[in-house]
C-alpha cells in the first residue's frame, strides 16, 4: 500500500487532524514531508502526542530504519499501548528490545518510543497493510476516547 493511500484511509478518520508541515510552516524543518495524526475533531493540535506518524527520512536521534534516501523508504509508526505490542511482538515494550527496525514490511518496536507502547513498520505491504490500518484505527478511536473522558463526556 502507498504512503498516499494510508494518508487517505486515515483522513477518512472521523475528527482527525493529519498535520503535514511543508515549507516555511510553524514547524521545525526537520518535520517537512512527514504527517503526524490527532485526534482533534476542532482542528486544533491538542496538547500531547501524535497517536501515529508517517516518517520519511532518518531523524537525528533515530536513524536504524534507513529511511529516505534513493529507494524512498518511509516508516508508519502507531502507538498500541502495552497490551497490544505484546501480542505483535511478543514482548513486554518495556524490555526495550529494538529488533531488526530496518526490515520492511514487518511489525517492529520502535526504534526510539518502543518501550513507550509504539510499533513501527518500513514501508507496509503485503504482509502488514490490514494490521497497520487496524492499528491506525484502533490508536484514533483510543485518542477519541481519552479527549472524551478528559471533557467528561459520553462519547455520543
Request: hydrophobic share 35%; aromatic share 8%; glycine share 14%.
Amino acid at each position: 500500500m502507498s504512503m498516499e493511500q494510508i494518508l487517505a484511509t486515515v483522513r477518512s478518520f472521523d475528527g482527525v487532524l493529519v498535520l503535514s508541515p511543508g515549507p516555511g510552516s510553524a514547524f521545525p524543518d526537520v518535520a517537512r514531508g512527514d504527517h503526524f495524526f490527532y485526534y482533534a475533531p476542532d482542528g486544533e493540535i491538542p496538547h500531547g502526542q501524535p497517536y501515529g506518524t508517517v516518517v520519511t527520512k532518518d531523524y537525528p536521534d533515530d536513524t536504524a530504519s534507513r529511511l529516505g534516501g534513493p529507494d524512498g523508504r518511509w516508516r508508519v509508526n502507531v502507538h498500541v499501548g502495552r497490551e497490544r505490542f505484546r501480542a505483535l511482538v511478543g514482548s513486554d515494550p518495556r524490555d526495550g528490545e529494538a529488533g531488526e527496525v530496518a526490515e520492511a514490511d514487518v511489525v517492529v518496536p520502535h526504534p526510539v518510543y518502543g518501550a513507550l507502547g509504539w510499533v513501527a513498520v518500513v514501508n507496509p505491504g503485503e504482509r502488514t497493510t490490514g494490521v497497520v490500518l487496524d492499528l491506525l484505527r484502533a490508536a484514533h478511536d483510543d485518542a477519541r476516547a481519552r479527549t472524551v473522558r478528559r471533557a467528561g463526556g459520553s462519547g455520543a
